[in-house]
C-alpha cells in the first residue's frame, strides 16, 4: 500500500508535467498560427497561473460550499464522527475534517490537497440508508483517496484541466475577433487556410481531451480505493452491500454538477450520458461489486 | 590507479544504501510506537468512560448486578503492564461490556436514558477504534517484521539491534461472539 502513495506521488508530477506540455503544445501552436505578439499569451499565462494556484489551496472549499456541506458537529452525527476517526486510525491518517451534504441520494466524497488537509463528505441519504457495515465501507473508500494522495492528483487534474479550458476559450475568442476584424493573413491561400482550420479545430478538442484524461485517471483510481478501503475495514462485503443500494437508489443529488460529478464515489447523475464510456467518470457499479465480492 | 576508484565506487554504493535501509527500518519502527500510542489512548479513553456506564446503568437494573460487577473488575485488571496483559485485560472488559449492553435490553426505561445512548454510542466507537488501532498496529509490526527478516535488510538490522516485535493479539473467541442472543 506504502508504494501505492509513493507512486501516486510520482504520478502527480508526471500528470503535472503532461499537462504542463500539452499546454505549451497548445500555446505554441496557436501562436504560430494566428499572433505575432507574445505579450497576449503572456498576459493569458500569468492569468492562468493565479487562477491555479486559487484553485489548487482553496479547491477544497471550493468543492464543499458548492454541494452546500455542512460541518458535523459532534452532538448531531456522534456515529459518523466516531466511524470516521476509527478508520483514521486503521489508515494511520490525522482524522479528516467530517462534512454532511444535503440530499437523500447516497453518496460521498473526499477532497483535500493531503492527509493533513483533506475532508469527507457524506449525503444525509448516506447516513439514513446504510447500516454501519455499509457506511464503514464507504468511508473506508473515501480514506483510502486521502491516504493515497487520490485526492491530490484529482485536485492537480481539475485545476489543469481548468487552465486548458480557460486558455483555449481565451484563444478561441479572440481568435473569432481577430477573424472578423480581418488581418493581412487572411491573403495566405489554400495552406494558411488548412493550417487555421486545424488551430481551431485543435482549440476545441483540447479541453475534450482534457477532460477525457482526468476521467480515466479518476476510473483507475476509483477500483484501487475499493480495494485499499476493503484492506481497511477487512470486510468487502460493507462496500459491495452500499454499492448495491446507490445502484438500486433513485434519488437525485441536486447540489452535484459536471465539475464535481467526478468527486464523488458513484456517478451522481443517474441517466446514461451519451459516449458514456469516454466520459464516465466512474467504472462500471456492477464490476465494482463483482470485485469485491471476490475478495 | 582505475582499481581504487572502483572500489571507492562500489563502497559509496553500500554505504548509501546502508543509510537507505536503516531509515526505512526507523521509520516503521517509529510507525509501530505511534500505532501503540494509539491503541493507549483508546483503552484510557474507555477506562474513563466506564465508570460514567456504571452509575447510569446501577440505578435502572435491579437483578443482574453481578454483569456491573465483572465489569468494575475487568476495568481493574488494565492497569500498566506488558502488552500481552493489556491484551488479555482489553478482551476481558470488551465481553463484559457486551453482556451489560445485552442485559440492558431488558430495560426499556434504561434504554431511553439519554445519557445511556450517548454512552452506548461513545463505547461502542471507542471499541471499533480500539479494534482498529490493533489492526493498524498489526500491520504495522508485520511490514517492520518482514523487514527485519527478510534479507538483504536483516545483515543491517542485526548489526544495529532491531528486534522482531510482537503483535497485539486478539483473542480468536472475540472474533466469533458478534452475535448476541437473548
Known sequence: MYSQIESNKRNSIFLFVLFLIFIGVIVYIVNLLFFQGYMF??????????????????????????TKAKEANKKDHAYLINAVEGLAIAAGIPKPNVY????QQINAFATGRNPKTSSVAVTEGCLQKLNRQELEGVL?????????????????ASVLVGIIIFLTEIMLRSFLWGGLKGNDRQQGGGLQLVLIIIGVVLLILAPIIAQMIKFAISRKREYLADASGAMLTRYPKGLADALKKIKSDSSELRTASNATAHLFIANPFKKKQWLAGLFQTHPDVDLRIKKLESM | MEFIYWILIILGVIIL??????????????????AW?????????????????????KGYVKHEKTVLNELTKARSNLIKGSMESKARASNQITDALKSVFAVAENYPQLKANENFKLLQEELSGTESKIAYARQFYNDSVMSFNIKVQRFPTSIIANA????????FKAEGKEKENIKVEF
Open chain 1, 41 to 66: 499569451i503572456i498576459v493569458a499565462a500569468i492569468i492562468a497561473i493565479i487562477f491555479s494556484l486559487i484553485s489548487y489551496y482553496s479547491g477544497d472549499k471550493i468543492v464543499l460550499s458548492m
Open chain 2, 17 to 34: 544504501y546502508i543509510i537507505v535501509a536503516y531509515n526505512s527500518l526507523i521509520v516503521l519502527r517509529t510507525r509501530i510506537s505511534n
Open chain 1, 140 to 156: 473506508a473508500h473515501e480514506m483510502s483517496h486521502i491516504k493515497n494522495y487520490d485526492i491530490r492528483v484529482m485536485m492537480l
Open chain 2, 160 to 167: 544495529f539491534n532491531f528486534k522482531e516485535k510482537e503483535f
Open chain 2, 37 to 57: 500510542s494509539q491503541i493507549d489512548v483508546q483503552l484510557k479513553r474507555r477506562y474513563d468512560l466506564i465508570p460514567n456506564l456504571i452509575s447510569t446503568v
Open chain 1, 100 to 103: 454532511v451534504i444535503p440530499g
